[in-house]
């Protein structure tokens, strides 16, 4: 039997995940992807397959915002980010997709600042 490595764990959990949630035009879903040095964050609508809105740490705006600052901090200013750009758009309520990870660390993170920003899932 082949061992499975984290990484293609957690790509099987995202699949098992996506069975179970998708977004909608009315509920679209808030999907997160970690790599070691970035947090992204997508908020796509799966009935047209669309990125309705986006924010990341590679955003050019948050720079200078974002130096020097640990990990899991600034995935709470992408959080806030999303959470206002999402609101901007006229997004209130999504579905928290977590992308496979552990619902911890900068996930979880980036979820309160989301939720506490004002969206709601």
Do not use: W
Request: contains cysteine; glycine residues 8%.
């Amino acid at each position: 039997m082949a061992k499975v490595n984290a990484r293609e764990a957690r790509i099987v959990r995202h699949e098992r995940l996506r069975k179970k949630v998708s977004g909608t035009e009315a509920r679209p879903r808030l999907c997160v992807f970690r790599s070691i040095e970035n947090i992204y964050t997508q908020v796509i609508n799966d009935n047209c397959g669309s990125t309705l809105v986006q924010a990341s740490t590679k955003d050019a705006e948050l720079k200078a915002e974002l130096d020097g600052k640990t990990k899991t901090e600034q995935a709470v200013v992408i959080g806030n980010l999303i959470a206002k750009r999402s609101l901007e758009a006229g997004i209130s309520e999504v579905v928290f997709d977590r992308g496979g990870y552990k619902y911890h660390g900068r996930v979880k993170a980036l979820a309160e600042a989301a939720r506490s920003g004002g969206l709601k899932f």
